[in-house]
């Protein structure tokens, strides 16, 4: 339980440790995109976290990065595929960002930091947690960038329309700085400020 949950607050990617912020400033100008692009990581994390774990004393120290990068890649071409089929608009909207979930920094280090000197169950719960821990980061940013910068929360796709909840005065007059990066930057750096205090009182 310990290896599933340090990743969700205690090790959390975005606010703990710093980890992903490209996709964490970029995509999260929606909440719908928050949820697709932290469901996508999800499975990657996982499902590369098992692979290399169960190959970790198979892959030759000089070639284990390159290795690392093909297995996570070939999870990522299933998620880009399977959003494309399924989820067009999303796939549309997250864009250049879900390839380049192969060089994700959260994916990577896991696989370097932990899969590769783990048992495959081990593995997979420290990938599910860190997965977990990104996602709730990502909705969290979203969320207030959204209801401050659109005036409204984005919830799902129906078919070629996205379901959103539209927020009275606010929608009519929003805090258009918040729709953007820097917004995303404030934004981010009280969550991460929150994170920090929380922590030293918990010391």
Known sequence: MKILTKGIFKENPVFAIA????????????????????????????????????????????????????????????????????????????????????VNCVILGRAEAFASKNKPLDSVLDGLGMGIGFTIALIAIAFVREVLGSGQITLFEQGETLVRIKLGALNENPIRVFAFPAGALIVMGYFKALFDGISKGNK
């Not at 990581?41 to 990068?69: G, K, Q, T």
């Open 19 to 102: 980890l992903g912020l490209c996709p964490a400033l970029a995509v999260t100008s929606m909440v719908w995109n928050a949820i697709g692009m932290g469901f996508g990581v999800i499975f990657v994390l996982v499902c590369s976290n098992l692979i290399i774990s169960l190959l970790r004393n198979f892959i030759p120290d000089e070639v284990h990065i390159p290795a690392y990068i093909v297995v996570i890649a070939a999870f990522v071409t299933i998620v880009e595929l399977l959003m494309k089929a399924y989820l067009p608009s999303l796939a549309a909207s997250l864009g250049i960002f879900i390839p380049l979930i192969v």
